[in-house]
């Protein structure tokens, strides 16, 4: 572990899925020594390994850490603990680090390699990972958690030559963190899905719902980026128009009594706009206060 900043050190994946095909590149064109690709099934294992040109690639995730002294879980959730108890139990893992990349779980969960006198740490990419393909990591955030000062050296130097935003996460604070991105994101996907049902009730002749509504999703994510969600909000609840909300309900009502798969699309505006109006109610105290204070000024 003394040499395990240079981009000699043996780097391990164990995991050939969907965030490994982003970050195996990243870590790649940063310099550093991706050495085995490990998966259960082989075949997956071997298509990342070849398609980057990684020379080893197995299905022994045991011959796997014999190698390298850096080990990437990759794996999904409700496999880290089993992994990591399996590892324990099978290999000498002393001194070396092992990162798991989980946003929801912490490194409670390879708890059984650092009783085994490993390092740990897990290293949560946010950004999305929707299929096995290579998506450009550079510029995103990434959190780090972990209890140790050379691994936290080893991932706040890895994000800097990868290009990444680097911060600490708590332990306690890390599911949070994950809903968070879940809103942010996940969530996004629900309603463009639910805007999608809405769009096959239209009869007249529209381009494809993504295009149509790319440049309108896309402005508002620049306005928030730039001012926040709060200033950047626009619509007809900020303006007072409750009067066209009214006739969107009325008209989804009207669409749910003769198809009633569009519930959760009529229940989902409905929790939006209570949180919409949420939002605009802080809003008008905000610039009430702000409009006080300037007067008591002048």
Known sequence: ??????????????????????????????????HTIASTKLSSAKSLALKY??????????SLVDKCDIIFLS???SQIDIAAESIAQ????????????????????????????????????LHAF??????????????????NKKALSYLRAL???????????????????????????????AEYYNASLLYKKIKTKLPPLEKLLYSLSKSNLENIYADGPLKSLS??????????????????????KKDKSLENTLDSYSIQTITLLQMTNKLIKKNSLARRKKRKLV
Not at 53 to 62: L, P, R
Not at 99 to 114: E, F, V
Not at 250 to 256: P, R, Y
């Open 90 to 125: 099978n290999v000498i893992v002393k001194n070396k680090l092992f990162i798991h990349l989980s946003g929801s779980k912490n490194i409670g969960s390879i708890s059984a390699l650092k009783k085994k006198g490993a390092l740990t740490a897990g290293f949560h990419l």
């Open 53 to 62: 040109k990684v020379k080893h690639y197995t299905n022994d995730t045991n």
């Open 130 to 147: 929707p299929a096995k393909k290579e998506f450009s990591i550079t510029g995103c955030y990434a959190s780090i958690e972990t209890e």
């Open 159 to 189: 994000s800097k030559k990868a290009g990444l935003n680097s911060f600490i996460i708590k332990k306690e604070d890390k599911l949070i963190l994950h809903i968070m991105c879940v809103f942010a994101a996940n969530f996004l996907n």
């Open 1 to 34: 572990m003394d040499n395990m900043l240079t981009n000699k050190t043996k780097i391990g994946f164990i995991g050939a899925g969907k965030i490994s095909y982003s970050l195996v590149p990243a870590l790649i064109n940063s310099g550093y020594n991706v």
């Open 235 to 256: 619509g007809p609840i900020p303006r007072g128009d409750y009067g066209t909300v009214n006739d969107h309900i009325d008209m989804l009502t009207g669409l749910f």
């Open 75 to 77: 794996v999904p959730d």
